[in-house]
């Protein structure tokens, strides 16, 4: 073996642990989805009490709900596998994010609170579905959890579509 | 009838086990035209309970699940039953939107029914999700 082929193959390896360390198994997608929908619960109960206009109270109950309903659903389903939900960095830093969001909402009132809330809202669901699209979906390896991450999808979707709506009504 | 069975069975071996075959056959033998009829009346009555279900549509139904209605067209006619049946794990709604019916808040496995009176195009949206639609059609009955 060569000096050339030793330098071919740990750039290989490099490059393969690198990909490798990025992509998360099913345990840390569990974590992660977990994770992301405790998030938006935690903000959706503080906007259900803090928020000033009706429509925003009335939108961060829904986020309550709807993320519940969605985590009842992943646990459920991880539990059945035998999955038990991983932590990692990724999973960290959407907690961390989120808490720090928490934390900044907390010194808000009135039309502030309702505006930095919202703007969060539409940031988050936007992160959450590009990470369902480009980490969680594709490497989901167990059917189930990949078919139900496919077809939460859209729900956050709606989310998106609602936030965006809500930041537009609440600027004029 | 029952006397000819018993004569039928009175005449074998006991302890023969084509005791009871002889007798049955026995007995259809010499009630061959009753049995016939009673055939003839079940095969009547299934007949009419088909066509009776043909003639009478079933139900129709519409599945709520990753946060969109399936099919989101369905065609249907003027009295026949739409069934919604919601299989996400959180509510959603079936509202017209010319305000034609309108479903309370289902939660998840929470089902709905509606009856429609009138013919025509019938939009509706699910007003909790954005971009949530589905069209029910309803042709006249024939």
């Known amino acids: ?172 | 009838m029952l006397s000819s069975f018993a004569d039928a069975l009175t005449h074998q071996r006991p302890s023969s086990p084509f005791v009871t075959l002889t007798a049955l056959r026995t007995l259809i033998g010499v009630q061959r035209h009753r049995l016939l009829l009673i055939v003839a009346l079940l095969a009547a009555c299934g007949s009419l309970a088909w066509a009776a279900g043909q003639t009478r549509p079933r139900g129709a139904s519409v599945a709520i699940e990753g946060t969109s209605f399936v099919p989101p067209e369905l065609t249907v006619t003027v009295g026949q039953a739409v069934t919604w049946t919601n299989k996400d794990p959180f509510p959603h709604n079936v509202s017209s939107s010319a305000g034609k019916f309108s479903s309370k808040n289902l939660e998840a496995g929470g089902v709905w029914t509606f009856t429609p009176r009138t013919a025509g195009r019938f939009p509706y949206v699910c007003t909790l999700h954005p971009g949530m639609k589905g069209t029910l059609v309803v042709k006249k009955e024939k």
């Open chain 1, 1 to 172: 073996m060569n000096i050339r082929t030793v330098w071919i193959a740990l750039a290989v390896l490099c490059v393969g642990s690198t990909a490798w360390a990025q992509a998360p198994n099913d345990a840390q997608i569990a974590a992660i989805v977990v994770t992301a929908n405790q998030v938006d619960i935690d903000a959706g109960r503080l906007a259900e009490s803090n928020g000033s206009n009706a429509q925003v109270k009335a939108f961060g109950k829904q986020m309550v709900t709807d993320h519940s309903g969605v985590n009842k659903q992943a646990t459920d389903l991880v539990t059945k596998l035998g999955v038990k939900p991983e932590d990692n960095a990724t999973a960290r830093s959407l907690k961390s994010a989120g808490d720090a969001n928490i934390t900044k909402l907390k010194s808000l009132k009135g039309a502030a609170f309702d505006q930095a809330y919202v703007a969060n809202e539409v940031a988050y669901h936007q992160q959450v579905l590009d990470a369902l699209d480009k980490t969680l979906i594709p490497n989901a390896s167990n059917a189930d959890l990949k078919a139900l991450l496919v077809k939460v999808r859209p729900a956050f979707v709606a989310h998106l579509e609602h936030a965006k709506q809500l930041q537009t009504s609440l600027a004029k």
